[in-house]
């Protein structure tokens, strides 16, 4: 501006010595006095030499027209400078604030690290159509909430003023909008979180459902071959237990095999029917070996001993007598505490004893024959020890009877299946000439008597 002045005096001043060669007369310019008006129109004395010149006026004028637009924009200058100051400091207000939300940011996100497996936002029902409906709502209700800031937000006003000198509206400051965007994600992390764990517990649930679906098949299927089986046995038998096998002949062929095997046994009960008047000794009813010891259990008559029922190979002597021809009612129960044993017949216990193989379990896994012992597991018969006459309802249990249940069974006031080995028709397989015939037991027991 300063320059700008400098130049438009110097044009003035050329101009005015132009005007003064042209009409041949010079003009002396003096000093300004302080605080008088720029221009030549002043004598050496200070006072002011009036001009009547056209054009020193307006260059006059044009100065003074200089000097106000210098002075305003100085002004504006001055207004400006204190504007960016103001601005500068709500900068560095906006910054620290930033500064401050991410700290407390890190703070947050730090504790709420140790609160993961806090639940902020209560306990979710177990239902799941009551839980979608739950968080349908907490999603409506946080959106509801967003549309009331930001319609909060459009009637905040600016602390700056418009050219008119009217408030204009501006958005949120950003340390409030950063504020809202924090805590907005705090709530959909909880939300997220919970939704999570909602499927979590739909699979567990889908789990516990397939794993009990699962056993209800299995049980179905079991029971659905027992169905088939008991049709099958239907087919010979009036009943499929109502069935007898005949061992005629002393021979090392003729036995029957019961299908189902045993699992580990602490105790046992063996009941059954039997017919025999075989001499001397009636033979082998039954016999169960083991890989590894072909004697497990074994009920034996052989030659002018008595009945002997060995556990493990070991040995006791039983107070039976069932060699008259006629149907009598046996049961053995042992169990391994103590190797206690009992001995019935027709539902009268007739022995009792111990240290019979004590504290030694019963091995699984295997072969039950009926009519011959085995010297290997399943065969190596020998037919000295085999079994002469009939048997029926061979049933065992995985404990010890009450001699109440055992005269019942002996006098056909119950039926009472064994839940190791029941006796039915499809479960006992015949060799070497054993038949199986429809029996009664309980209707020929009373004529044979």
């Not at 140790?114 to 968080?135: F, S, Y």
């Not at 019961?258 to 063996?270: C, D, G, W």
């Not at 075989?278 to 082998?284: D, F, Q, V």
């Not at 009792?352 to 896994?365: M, Q, R, S, V």
Request: hydrophobic share 35%.
């Amino acid at each position: 501006m300063l320059t700008l002045l400098v130049g438009l005096l110097s044009l003035v001043s050329g101009r005015t010595a132009q005007s003064q060669d042209a009409t041949g007369s010079r003009f002396v310019c003096n000093a300004i006095p302080p605080g008088a008006e720029p221009g030549c129109g002043y004598g050496p004395t200070g006072n002011r030499v009036q001009s009547s010149s056209p054009v020193e006026d307006e260059l006059r004028n044009t100065i003074m027209e200089l000097r106000e637009t210098i002075l305003q924009q100085k002004e504006t200058i001055v207004s400006q400078q204190g504007t960016i100051k103001e601005l500068n400091s709500k900068l560095a207000r906006c910054e620290a604030a930033a500064d401050e939300s991410s700290q407390a940011k890190s703070r947050g996100q730090g504790s709420r690290r140790k609160e993961l497996g806090k639940n902020t936002m209560g306990d979710l029902p177990r239902d799941p159509n009551e839980t979608m409906d739950q968080l349908g709502k907490t999603m409506q209700s946080l959106k509801g909430r967003l549309e009331n800031l930001e319609q909060q937000s459009l009637r905040l006003p600016s602390t700056n003023m418009s050219a008119g000198g009217v408030s204009a509206l501006t958005p949120l400051p950003p340390e409030l909008r950063e504020l809202l965007r924090q805590r907005l994600g705090a709530l959909e992390t909880q939300l997220l979180r919970k939704v999570a764990e909602l499927e979590e517990e739909k699979s567990q649930l889908y789990n516990e459902t397939a794993a009990h679906r699962q056993r209800t098949e299995s049980a179905l299927n079991s029971l659905l071959e027992r169905i088939v089986e008991l049709e099958k046995s239907n087919n010979a038998f009036k009943s499929p237990e109502d069935f007898k096998v005949s061992l005629p002949l002393r021979t090392n062929y003729l036995y029957g095999r019961i299908k189902k095997s045993l699992p580990e046994m602490y105790a046992f009960t063996v009941c059954m029917w039997l017919k025999s008047s075989a001499s001397p000794g009636i033979g082998t009813p039954f016999s169960y070996g083991v890989p590894g010891q072909a004697n497990e259990i074994v009920l034996i008559e052989w030659g002018n001993n008595p009945i002997e029922l060995l556990v493990n190979d070991k040995v006791a002597q039983l107070p039976l007598s069932v060699s008259d021809g006629r149907w009598h009612h046996i049961c053995i129960t042992w169990t391994t505490r103590d190797g206690f044993w009992e001995a019935y017949q027709d539902g009268e216990r007739l022995g009792t004893g111990d240290n019979l193989a004590p504290w030694h379990p019963i091995k699984p896994g295997g072969v039950i024959i009926l009519g011959q012992e085995q010297d290997i597991v399943g065969g190596r018969f020998d037919a000295t020890q085999a079994f002469v006459g009939e048997l029926s309802q061979f049933n065992m249990w995985d404990r010890v009877l009450r001699p109440v249940d055992i005269m019942g069974l002996a006098n056909c006031s119950a039926y009472m299946p064994g839940n190791v080995v029941p006796w039915i028709d499809a479960n006992v397989e015949v060799f070497g000439g054993a038949t199986k015939a429809a029996l009664e037991i309980c209707e020929d027991r009373a004529f044979d008597s």
